[in-house]
């Protein structure tokens, strides 16, 4: 996949609400669920977008809260936005988290350049910044599609 268009693709996803992350259930690829929103008056319907990073071979989630913050914010009722709101600490229970200061794309990896070698295809690797998680992912191709409003990527075939 091409640099420039792989930034490109990350660059469109800047400073939206991420409301789910993790890998697929057939456990190779890594997705990102944003939820894109423009200025009402521009008259953009809001909209869905999966961000699939494909061949992952490597993901890293760690916490973006500070320590300090964490130690306010262990009250179970922060994990809901209706009990957590008034109380001092982060609420996690906002469901989403937003994709701030962004997604840097790391064009000297090392580690890209030996799966590569390994596998004879291009490897990424990119650093999302999330206002609760910090996500590193190493990666051979992306996706960008629109998924419809209530996508749930774990729902169980109940056939």
Do not use: N
Not at 32 to 45: E, F, L, N, Y
Not at 109 to 116: F, K, L, P
């Amino acid at each position: 996949m091409d640099t420039a268009v792989l930034e490109q693709m990350l660059d469109g996803t800047f400073d939206h609400a991420v409301v789910h992350h993790g890998f697929t259930d057939y456990m190779r690829d890594y997705e990102v669920i944003v939820h894109v929103t423009a200025d009402p008056r521009s008259g953009v319907a809001p909209s869905y977008l999966r961000c699939l990073f494909r061949y992952c071979v490597e993901a890293r989630c760690g916490t973006a809260v500070r320590p300090e913050t964490w130690r306010v914010s262990l009250d179970d009722r922060l994990i809901d936005h209706g009990t957590g709101v008034d109380l001092d600490g982060y609420v996690w229970g906002v469901k989403w988290q937003a994709l701030y200061p962004g997604a840097v794309l790391l064009p000297e990896s090392e580690t890209a350049r030996r799966w590569s070698t390994a596998l004879g295809i291009d490897f990424h690797e990119v650093r999302l910044e999330l206002t609760a998680h910090q996500l590193t992912l190493l990666f051979s191709d992306l996706q960008v599609s629109e998924v419809p409003v209530g996508y749930a990527p774990f729902v169980a075939d109940q056939g």
